[in-house]
C-alpha cells in the first residue's frame, strides 16, 4: 500500500516540477534552497575536494535545460558497504524513568529484576584460583580445561641453539606445527547464484567466512520543485548484479525505509526506478545549520552546500561508506 502511495505522490511531484519556476534569486541563507547556479558551484566544489565524485551528462533526452549539458549530476560509483543496517541497531529493551519534577526523563537500557537485582548479574562467572594447583577456575571448570598457569620450575634452562648450527641442520626446512595452515575443500556441486547472493549476510551456506561486500552508486540531482540536492542510490553484488529492492531496504535506517527512502524514476537515466532520499526536509535541515553557525559568529558559503548535505544524509543510510569529503566545523 505505501508504495502504491509513494507511486502517486511522485507522479503529482513531477507534474509539479513541471509547472514550478526555475529559481533565479539566490534565498540560500533565507530559506536553504539552491539556484541551479548555486547548484552547480557546489557541485564543482565537491568534485575538487573529493575527486571521487564527478558530473555525468545522462541521457540525452533527459536534459535539463536550466543546468550545464555536461553537468546535469553528481556520480560516485563503487562505494562499499560492508553491513547491514540491522547488524547496527540495538536490540535490547529499553524502560523510560520518569524524574520526579516531571522536566523530563532518561533511557535504561538495563533492566531490573523484580527483586532488584540487575539481570546481567546472573550471567557473571566467579573465578577462583585453586593455589595448590596453580589452576583458574569457573562454575563451568567440570566441563572444559583448566587455564593452567606457567611456574618457573616449567621454564627451559638449556643453552640456547646456535642459530648457523640450526641452519645446516635442515630444520628450518620442516614444517612448523604451530603455524597455521589452510586449505580450501572445493564442492563436488557448484553453489547455485542465489546462495552466492544470500552470502551478502557475512557468510554462506558452505561456512565460507569471507565478507561479502555490496556497492553502490551514488546520484545527486537537483530538484527543481523543491530547490534542493536530491540523493538517488542503486547498489550491486559481488558480482556486479543489482540488488532487488528489499535488499537495498536492508541498507537503509529502518525509520526511513519506504517513507523518506522511496523507489523512483531518476531525472536523468532511463530504467527501473531508484531508491532516492526524499528531499521534502532538506532546505529546512539547512537552513538550521545556517542559523547555528551565524549564531556561533560564523558564515556558511553555498559552495559547501553538498559537502554538509552528504554528512546529514549519512544518517539515512549508515552503512554506505561514501562520506569521504573534507570535515566542517559547525562552531
Known amino acids: 500500500m505505501q508504495s502504491v502511495v509513494n507511486t502517486v505522490k511522485g507522479t503529482a511531484l513531477n507534474v509539479a516540477e513541471y509547472l514550478t519556476p526555475v529559481l533565479k534569486e539566490s534565498k540560500f541563507r533565507e530559506t536553504g534552497v539552491l539556484t541551479p547556479e548555486e547548484?552547480?558551484?557546489?557541485?564543482?566544489?565537491?568534485?575538487?575536494?573529493?575527486?571521487?565524485?564527478?558530473?555525468?551528462?545522462?541521457?540525452?533526452?533527459?536534459?535539463?535545460?536550466?543546468?550545464?549539458?555536461?553537468?546535469?549530476?553528481?556520480?560516485t560509483r563503487n562505494v562499499p558497504c560492508y553491513r547491514r543496517c540491522k547488524q547496527m541497531e540495538y536490540v535490547g529493551e529499553e524502560t523510560l524513568v520518569e524524574e520526579e519534577s516531571g522536566d523530563g526523563g532518561w533511557v535504561e537500557t538495563h533492566q531490573l529484576n523484580d527483586d532488584g537485582s540487575n539481570q546481567l548479574d546472573e550471567k557473571i562467572c566467579e573465578l577462583t584460583l585453586d593455589e595448590s594447583k596453580d589452576e583458574m577456575h569457573t562454575p563451568e571448570s567440570d566441563k572444559s580445561s583448566p587455564i593452567v598457569v606457567a611456574t618457573e620450575e616449567d621454564e627451559d634452562d638449556d643453552e640456547a641453539i646456535d642459530m648457523d648450527d640450526f641452519e645446516e641442520s635442515g630444520m628450518l626446512e620442516l614444517v612448523d606445527p604451530a603455524v597455521a595452515t589452510t586449505t580450501r575443500k572445493l564442492d563436488a556441486d557448484p553453489q547455485p547464484a542465489a546462495a552466492t547472493n544470500a552470502g551478502d549476510e557475512g557468510a554462506s551456506a558452505s561456512g565460507d567466512s569471507v565478507l561479502h561486500t555490496r556497492t553502490y552508486d551514488l546520484h545527486i540531482t537537483y530538484d527543481k520543485y523543491y530547490q534542493t540536492p536530491r540523493l538517488w542510490v542503486v547498489g550491486y553484488d559481488e558480482q556486479r548484479k543489482p540488488l532487488t529492492v528489499e535488499q537495498m531496504y536492508e541498507d537503509v535506517s529502518?525509520?526511513?525505509?519506504?517513507?523518506?527512502?522511496?523507489?523512483?524514476?531518476?531525472?536523468?537515466?532511463?530504467?527501473?526506478?531508484?531508491?532516492?532520499?526524499?528531499?521534502c526536509r532538506h532546505a529546512d535541515i539547512m537552513k538550521k545549520i545556517i542559523q547555528t553557525v551565524e549564531e556561533g559568529g560564523g558564515q556558511l558559503g553555498v559552495h559547501l552546500y553538498l559537502i554538509i548535505f552528504l554528512k546529514f544524509v549519512q544518517t539515512v543510510i549508515p552503512t554506505i561508506e561514501y562520506d569521504f569529503t573534507q570535515n566542517f566545523n559547525m562552531s
Open 39 to 75: 547548484f552547480v558551484a557546489a557541485g564543482d566544489h565537491l568534485v575538487h575536494h573529493c575527486p571521487t565524485w564527478q558530473w555525468a551528462a545522462g541521457d540525452e533526452s533527459k536534459k535539463k535545460p536550466y543546468l550545464p549539458k555536461d553537468k546535469q549530476f553528481l556520480i
Open 254 to 279: 529502518q525509520d526511513h525505509a519506504k517513507k523518506t527512502v522511496t523507489m523512483e524514476s531518476h531525472p536523468h537515466l532511463p530504467g527501473p526506478n531508484m531508491a532516492s532520499v526524499h528531499p
